[in-house]
């Protein structure tokens, strides 16, 4: 079984519903992270938390937020989907500052 | 700020070669170094992690190689295969927070292609 698991796969909904994507960890990890993938910018960093009680925001917070249910579980919401949020969507763990990050396969989210 | 660059793009190769990938970043403060692969419109699997105070790391057939102070790596992949053909992302962990947040900052990648 894979260590980090995002659900959905793949999501289409239509501009200004909410949505949750959730990522699940088995590894044992304190530290979770969202990220999205965009054609031509790279990864940029979303939220991340260092344990259930911190949270952090990344560098493309706005119209984003998560919640840390518990130290294996981290969902990332949109409150308000619009089309410039179509994007890959990736989630990914670490053991601790400077150690190597683990990413979960990925949600391919598109806003019509 | 941190920026990582890598070159070319976009590489094609024949099947059997041996090839050199490159990152270059600005800014030497680093925990680490990690190349990453990613197949097209799938997720990000880590290679091999370099940490600041070591010089290379080899994990089969692929060998990373750092110089800190130059600011640059190489992922060096002997023998390549088809399979092998993927986009190749290398990311800094800087010492520092960047806009606020400890974060990795990658790469645009370089999508490799081994033809047989």
């Known amino acids: 079984d894979a260590d980090v698991t995002q659900t959905p796969r793949n999501r289409i909904t239509k501009t200004g519903k909410r949505i949750m994507l959730e990522c699940s960890q088995t590894k044992g990890h304190d530290r979770m992270y969202w990220y999205r993938q965009d054609p031509g910018l790279g990864l940029q960093l979303i939220y991340y938390s260092f344990d259930v009680k911190d949270i952090n925001k990344g560098e493309i917070s706005d119209g984003y937020s998560v919640s840390r249910q518990a130290q294996a579980k981290f969902s990332l919401s949109l409150e308000s989907a619009i089309p410039n949020q179509t994007a890959l969507y990736f989630c990914?763990?670490?053991?601790?500052?400077?150690?190597?990050?683990?990413f979960g396969p990925g949600t391919r989210l598109t806003v019509l | 700020k941190q920026e990582v660059t890598q070159i070319p793009a976009a590489l094609s190769v024949p099947e059997g070669e041996n090839l050199v990938l490159n990152c270059s970043f600005t800014d030497s403060a680093i925990y680490n170094l990690q190349w990453f692969r990613q197949d097209p419109g799938k997720g990000l699997t880590s290679l091999l992690l370099i940490q600041s105070s070591q010089r290379e790391q080899t994990s089969g057939r692929l060998n990373a190689s750092l110089d800190k102070s130059s600011g640059r790596s190489t992922l060096y992949i002997a023998a390549s295969q088809p399979g092998d053909s993927a986009t190749y992302l290398c990311a800094v962990h800087p010492l520092l927070p960047v806009q606020g947040a400890q974060k990795l900052v990658f790469g645009q990648g370089t999508r490799l292609t081994i033809n047989p």
């Open positions: 990914a763990t670490s053991s601790g500052i400077g150690n190597e990050q683990f």
